[in-house]
């Protein structure tokens, strides 16, 4: 993926090259590997690099990503570790104006080009931010003095006046009449130096003064969210941020074209994986499941309804289903979080006009989750509990149970 040219080429031109994005690929530098016995090493020598150029951490810029189930993440990953430590050269922040170090992972993510595609579209951004630019002042043109006549012995001196711009004019003094007139001296006009139009020469950037010496800066974010993280679909999407602070935590990941698809319909089945996750759950390793449609519950979502149903997060139906694919209402969803995360429940009325609609297996869960603000009533004050919810609406609920919890 180019990271090895990319950590050499930081290593031998930081005084030409000001951002670097080593994808999917750790410094050779050392032993050809940043294994974990050489990542200290290699995070030395990267760093020595910055301080023996007297460079500021703002003056570069590390940009890396790769995804979790790639090749490369085993060896990359303590390097960037080691990194982390040495904060008077890497300061570690997903804000590239308060940091100039971030390491972007994808769960999921492999070695090859569709999540490398989407690292880059989802890094360009930080290396466009414009910069204000300051006017080219215009060069004032000089005036060009003009002669000042000689004295001469018995007559007068000529007064002169130059005028600036197209030229000037001349007074000649007077003479004695009884002496000999001496010429008076007649100045020449010196035509001024008309303004050209200036050529913007670019700024040049300046040099660091050697003397600087980084002051050690750390950034403490209480989570740290990578940009996109992969995902191609969710740039301008209302959840977000919620999507981010899942994939920060490694609960949520996407699909393989490298997309989230937040407005999806959201199953019982993926419902009741992402739930386990956030809870911490380790899927059972050989699940037994005991429903009578567990043929169609997909091996993928198996473990975690396995552990899921031994902790009473999920129960089947009364036929003794758990019709894995069938799609969740939000009344639905809301029960299962707010049981698997026990919250509790509240006997405050819910204030929204379809409040009324709300079964009443959950209502007071429902109460409980607006409660603690983990849920919200649309924009036209109704809850619609019976609305299949979506896979965006999922991530904000859980997001905001991690909060709480």
Not at 187 to 198: E, G, I, K, L, R
Not at 241 to 257: H, P, Q
């Given at each position: 993926?180019?990271?090895?040219?990319?950590?050499?080429?930081?290593?031998?031109?930081?005084?030409?090259?000001?951002?670097?994005?080593?994808?999917?690929?750790?410094?050779?530098?050392?032993?050809?590997?940043?294994?974990?016995?050489?990542?200290?090493?290699?995070?030395?020598?990267?760093?020595?690099?910055?301080?023996?150029?007297?460079?500021?951490?703002?003056?570069?810029?590390?940009?890396?990503?790769?995804?979790?189930?790639?090749?490369?993440?085993?060896?990359?990953?303590?390097?960037?570790?080691?990194?982390?430590?040495?904060?008077?050269?890497?300061?570690?922040?997903s804000d590239p104006i308060k940091g100039n170090f971030y390491f972007m992972v994808c769960e999921g993510g492999t070695?090859?080009?569709?999540?490398?595609?989407q690292y880059i579209y989802n890094i360009l951004p930080d290396l466009f931010i414009e910069a204000s630019e300051e006017?080219?002042?215009?060069?004032?043109?000089?005036?060009?003095?003009t002669a000042t006549p000689t004295k001469k012995p018995g007559g007068s001196t000529g007064g002169n006046t130059g005028?600036?711009?197209?030229?000037?004019?001349?007074?000649?003094?007077?003479?004695?009449?009884?002496?000999?007139?001496?010429?008076?001296?007649?100045?020449?006009?010196?035509?001024?130096?008309?303004?050209?139009?200036?050529?913007?020469?670019?700024?040049?950037?300046?040099?660091?003064?050697?003397?600087?010496?980084?002051?050690?800066?750390?950034?403490?974010?209480?989570?740290?969210?990578?940009?996109?993280?992969?995902?191609?679909?969710?740039?301008?999407?209302?959840?977000?941020?919620?999507?981010?602070?899942?994939?920060?935590?490694?609960?949520?990941?996407?699909?393989?074209?490298?997309?989230?698809?937040?407005?999806?319909?959201?199953?019982?089945?993926?419902?009741?994986?992402?739930?386990?996750?956030?809870?911490?759950?380790?899927?059972?390793?050989?699940?037994?499941?005991?429903?009578?449609?567990?043929?169609?519950?997909?091996?993928?979502?198996?473990?975690?309804?396995?552990?899921?149903?031994?902790?009473?997060?999920?129960?089947?139906?009364?036929?003794?289903?758990?019709?894995?694919?069938?799609?969740?209402?939000?009344?639905?969803?809301?029960?299962?979080?707010?049981?698997?995360?026990?919250?509790?429940?509240?006997?405050?009325?819910?204030?929204?006009?379809?409040?009324?609609?709300?079964?009443?297996?959950?209502?007071?869960?429902?109460?409980?989750?607006?409660?603690?603000?983990?849920?919200?009533?649309?924009?036209?004050?109704?809850?619609?509990?019976?609305?299949?919810?979506?896979?965006?609406?999922?991530?904000?609920?859980?997001?905001?149970?991690?909060?709480?919890?």
């Amino acid at each position: 993926m180019g990271s090895v040219c990319t950590w050499y080429t930081y290593i031998n031109c930081l005084d030409y090259i000001k951002y670097y994005i080593p994808l999917s690929g750790d410094c050779w530098a050392i032993n050809r590997d940043a294994s974990p016995e050489n990542s200290k090493a290699t995070a030395e020598l990267l760093a020595e690099v910055a301080r023996s150029s007297e460079y500021t951490p703002q003056d570069y810029k590390l940009f890396c990503a790769t995804g979790d189930a790639d090749i490369a993440y085993p060896n990359m990953k303590p390097q960037i570790d080691e990194l982390k430590k040495l904060t008077d050269v890497f300061i570690y922040s997903s804000d590239p104006i308060k940091g100039n170090f971030y390491f972007m992972v994808c769960e999921g993510g492999t070695h090859a080009w569709n999540y490398v595609n989407q690292y880059i579209y989802n890094i360009l951004p930080d290396l466009f931010i414009e910069a204000s630019e300051e006017p080219t002042p215009t060069p004032t043109a000089t005036p060009t003095p003009t002669a000042t006549p000689t004295k001469k012995p018995g007559g007068s001196t000529g007064g002169n006046t130059g005028g600036s711009g197209s030229g000037g004019s001349s007074s000649g003094g007077s003479n004695d009449s009884d002496k000999t007139p001496t010429p008076t001296a007649t100045s020449t006009v010196v035509p001024t130096a008309t303004p050209t139009a200036a050529t913007e020469v670019p700024a040049e950037t300046p040099t660091p003064t050697p003397d600087v010496t980084p002051t050690a800066t750390v950034i403490e974010e209480d989570t740290e969210t990578m940009p996109g993280a992969g995902f191609s679909d969710i740039s301008n999407h209302w959840a977000k941020e919620f999507i981010l602070d899942l994939v920060a935590k490694n609960i949520l990941s996407g699909y393989e074209d490298g997309t989230i698809k937040p407005d999806n319909n959201i199953s019982r089945a993926e419902l009741t994986t992402i739930v386990a996750k956030a809870l911490g759950l380790t899927p059972a390793e050989n699940p037994v499941l005991d429903f009578a449609d567990k043929d169609s519950i997909p091996s993928w979502a198996a473990g975690y309804i396995a552990v899921a149903k031994e902790k009473g997060i999920v129960l089947g139906y009364e036929d003794k289903t758990f019709r894995p694919n069938k799609e969740c209402s939000r009344e639905e969803a809301v029960t299962i979080i707010m049981n698997a995360f026990k919250f509790g429940t509240s006997d405050n009325e819910i204030k929204l006009s379809d409040a009324k609609d709300i079964s009443s297996w959950a209502y007071k869960l429902v109460a409980k989750a607006i409660e603690l603000d983990i849920v919200r009533g649309y924009p036209d004050n109704t809850f619609k509990p019976k609305k299949t919810i979506t896979r965006a609406e999922i991530f904000a609920i859980l997001s905001n149970c991690l909060k709480n919890n």
